[in-house]
């Protein structure tokens, strides 16, 4: 088939979609060119802002170093036995003061003024409780965790249709019953969500607590990047850190709209 | 005619202040009986009677001021690079299309784990606090200023055509006062990220006011008067937060 067949028009407009597609790259492009040009220029310190080159070769070097990873389980543990006992209290109390208007009014206030106050400050304390080691950063990931999870569980509790609990109850179902055939499957969506802000800030708190004062764990390395001055490892784990967090964060979401919050 | 009085009920938080005072007391009896430790867990006691000395001794005036003076400056740069942002995403909506979502996976970033990075480029001097509180409140106060712009209601811009406005004012007269309520909600939920940023940052790298205080008492093994500070925290943290919703509620229409 010969070209010349083809009837020469003008080009459709593009798409709106094509459009911020072709945005989205352009600014992705354009900070990447922006980074690498000002870490070429002389004009900052070469350690502080370093070639895009030089951080992806520090990535690949943190992916490949078993240290990483050592430290990385430390850090998942800690942060996963803060979820646990974060998410248990935070179940429980939440379980109790949404099933009683009388105790939510007495100490959900509690709750919601104490819950955004900044859990770092408590550290010097738990250090005291539970020792230097991974106790005492379980424990301020656990103390952070708590807040979200019993605010979303005691919120969750009260939207329950009540047409559900008389159901239950003209079934003549126990406590026990009642709270993982009604409320558990009717909570759900909520429920994950409560603990996917959770888990954010459980992440917050563990890693913080290892910068702070530690020798293992994910903060722990941040921290000896800045005291040695390794910039480009630095940014490297907080990438990978923040991809983390992030991917968690959007799994957790996915999971909640899944069940329906 | 009948008048009818609704009593408040002053039972929960009879219960809620009986419980604290509980807690205080158990609290103390363990200690005085020797099952806690004292220097695991100080007196209660010994807890309200430090507050006179790390009041008069620490200067918490001009720690509370230090502090105030960085969460006001994190609040005026979130106010202006926020909404003007906000602002600019609105009228564009194609770079709102091709930024909205990075700014949502911003907000949920954990900024505060970078801070080693901020102390690189600033040092550890206010500037790193100010900036990180600045940066850590800036997606919530960018996100609720696109969203208070796009509900404004239609009958309310063709009032505003009708009399003839210009896009400039119908923006300013119209489009950005009924934004407000819902611009002041992202001011707040900025304001409290960046003031938990501030005090966790000023504890973390020990420098400032009310978050060195508590690491300071603390490596001088002072725990009463670290459970003072800590305390003190708590409270104006908790004041801050009833204030600004007071001021959100009378903002919003029927508030």
């Known amino acids: ?261 | 005619m009948t008048t009818s009085f609704r009593r408040r009920d002053y039972r929960p938080a009879a219960l809620a202040w009986a419980s604290l005072i509980l807690v205080f007391c158990l609290v103390e009896a363990l200690i005085r009986t020797g099952v806690l430790s004292v220097y695991v867990v100080p007196l209660p006691s010994s807890i309200v009677a430090a507050i006179p000395r790390v009041v008069a001794e620490e200067s918490i005036g001009r720690r509370l001021l230090l502090t105030g003076g960085e969460a006001l400056g994190a609040s005026v740069l979130l106010i202006v690079v926020g909404t003007g942002l906000g602002i600019l995403l609105y009228r564009s909506r194609l770079v709102r299309a091709a930024t909205e979502n990075w700014i949502a996976a911003f907000a949920a970033a954990p900024l505060i784990l970078a801070y080693p990075l901020f102390l690189v480029i600033f040092g550890r001097n206010a500037l790193t606090i100010v900036m990180l509180g600045f940066l850590a409140g800036l997606a919530p106060m960018i996100l609720k200023t696109v969203e208070g712009l796009s509900i404004v209601r239609r009958s309310l811009l063709n009032v505003g055509r009708s009399f003839n406005l210009s896009e400039w004012d119908l923006f300013w007269k119209i489009h950005f006062p009924a934004a407000v309520p819902t611009i002041f909600t992202g001011i707040r939920l900025s304001l409290i990220f960046a003031l938990i940023n501030i005090f966790g940052l000023e504890f973390l790298i020990n420098f400032g006011g009310l978050g060195q205080l508590i690491n300071e008492l603390a490596e001088r093994y002072d725990l009463p008067g670290t459970y003072v500070a800590i305390g003190f925290v708590i409270l104006v943290s908790v004041c801050f937060f009833i204030v600004i919703e007071r001021l959100e509620r009378w903002l919003r229409p029927g508030g």
């Open chain 1, 1 to 261: 088939m010969s070209t010349a067949s083809i009837p020469l028009t003008k080009s459709a407009p593009l798409s709106f979609e094509t459009r911020v597609r072709s945005l989205k790259l352009a600014i992705v492009a354009s900070l990447l060119l922006i980074w690498e040009a000002m870490a070429r220029s002389g004009l900052l310190f070469e350690d502080v802002v370093p070639s895009i080159v030089v951080v992806v070769a520090a990535l690949g070097g943190v992916l490949v170093d078993p240290v990483f990873y050592s430290n990385l389980a430390i850090t998942a543990w800690e942060v996963g036995t803060a979820i646990l006992v974060g998410g248990v209290t935070g179940l429980a109390v939440g379980f109790v003061l949404g099933n009683s208007r009388f105790l939510s009014r007495a100490y959900e206030p509690f709750l919601y003024y104490l819950g955004p106050t900044p859990k770092i400050i408590f550290f010097p304390l738990l250090i005291m409780w539970f020792g230097i080691g991974p106790g005492s950063k379980a424990a301020l990931g656990a103390l952070s965790s708590f807040f979200p999870i019993a605010i979303a569980t005691a919120a969750a509790i009260r939207s329950v249709d009540p047409i559900l609990l008389r159901v239950g109850a003209s079934f003549r179902l126990s406590r026990w019953q009642t709270f993982y055939k009604i409320f558990l499957p009717a909570i759900r969506g909520p429920l994950t969500n409560g603990f996917r802000l959770g888990l954010g800030i459980a992440i917050i708190g563990t890693v913080l607590a290892e910068t702070k004062l530690s020798n293992q764990g994910i903060g722990y390395l941040i921290i000896q990047t800045y005291t040695t001055f390794n910039m480009a490892r630095m940014y490297a784990l907080l990438l990978l850190l923040f991809a983390i967090a992030i991917l968690l964060n959007a799994a957790l979401s996915r999971l909640a709209r899944r069940f329906g919050a």
